[in-house]
């Protein structure tokens, strides 16, 4: 009989240990897609037209079949700062562009006009809450959502690269209102060949 109880409670202590290591927070790396024809991350976070091999993002060209990325943002030389004041912002769970930010997106779009050998990185950013998974999609969502924004206003999408950071590279530190405001949002980086 004693045997049987303590027999019991390990199985059920043991399937608890289960379901608990089971649910453990994996880090993603940040999903970067640069290019034409690239588009967000879809899927539960994983890259459409590529995939997740080893922590690693598959290239569409390395898969066999897709179109290969037009340059890549990390081997230019970024300028954060130029278009610093531009960042947009966005509403909560939300990837359209808000009225009030348009302005910052035809000056992004005035600034690439006036310097044709200038490429763009935006870097969509997201606040804390929902899984990380959710929110990489969703910050590549917004980049992509501006980039089409740009699109419109005559950028070629062949200029400007995005990437999602989703809730990694948070802006503010505060767990409220206030700085998940400045969370959900589109971060510019100005591109120029090395």
Not at 37 to 52: F, R
Not at 163 to 186: F, I, L, M, T, V
Request: aromatic share 6%.
């Amino acid at each position: 009989m004693k045997f049987t109880k303590l027999t019991n409670l390990l199985v059920i202590g043991l399937a608890l240990v289960v379901v608990v290591s089971g649910c453990r927070k994996k880090g993603v790396p940040p999903v970067t897609r640069f290019g034409p024809g690239t588009s967000g991350t879809q899927n539960g976070g994983i890259p459409e037209g590529g995939k997740l091999e080893g922590g690693e993002m598959v290239k569409p060209d390395q898969m066999g079949g897709g179109e290969a990325a037009t340059f890549d943002p990390d081997s230019m030389a970024q300028d954060r700062q130029t278009l610093a004041p531009q960042t947009v912002y966005f509403a909560y769970d939300s990837s359209s562009v808000q009225g009030a930010e348009q302005s910052k997106v035809d000056a992004v779009a005035a600034a690439l006009t006036s310097d044709m050998s200038a490429k763009l990185l935006i870097e969509g950013n997201c606040d804390e809450r929902g899984t990380e998974e959710y929110n990489r999609s969703l910050g590549e969502r917004r980049a992509l959502a501006v980039r089409e924004a740009l699109a419109a206003k005559g950028v070629s999408p062949d200029r400007v690269a995005t990437r999602s950071y989703g809730e990694d590279r948070p802006a503010e530190s505060g767990h409220d209102d206030a700085a998940w405001k400045k969370n959900r949002r589109d971060d510019f980086v100005l591109l120029h060949a090395k």
